[in-house]
């Protein structure tokens, strides 16, 4: 089953903080994602684009634009998670 995102709050420093409909709650770097994925690299290069995510009509997928995507999935599995009072 895919996880399904709740909330998310794009931080400081290319930090996501994302809500799960399960209750989980991660902290997921983009900083190693913009280091290794070219399509990536507006995030840095484009003035508070990062700031701008959205987060599709399935509830599975943050995006910024039509090239940079990030799968609600990979978020759930490689996230640091933390309480709900982080």
């Known amino acids: 089953m895919i996880p399904r995102i709740k909330k998310f709050t794009p931080l400081k420093d290319f930090i996501l903080k994302v809500a799960f409909d ?3 709650i991660v902290l ?3 900083k190693d994602d913009v280091k290794n994925i070219p399509s990536y690299a507006p995030l840095t ?3 508070r684009l ?3 995510a959205r987060l599709d009509s399935s509830r599975t997928v943050i995006f910024w634009n039509k090239e940079i995507d ?3 999935d990979a978020i759930y ?3 640091k998670e933390i309480s709900e009072n982080s």
């Open 22 to 24: 399960d209750g989980k």
């Open 28 to 30: 997921y770097d983009v």
């Open 45 to 47: 290069e484009t003035y």
């Open 50 to 52: 990062f700031e701008h």
């Open 70 to 72: 990030l799968p609600s």
């Open 77 to 79: 599995k490689r996230g």
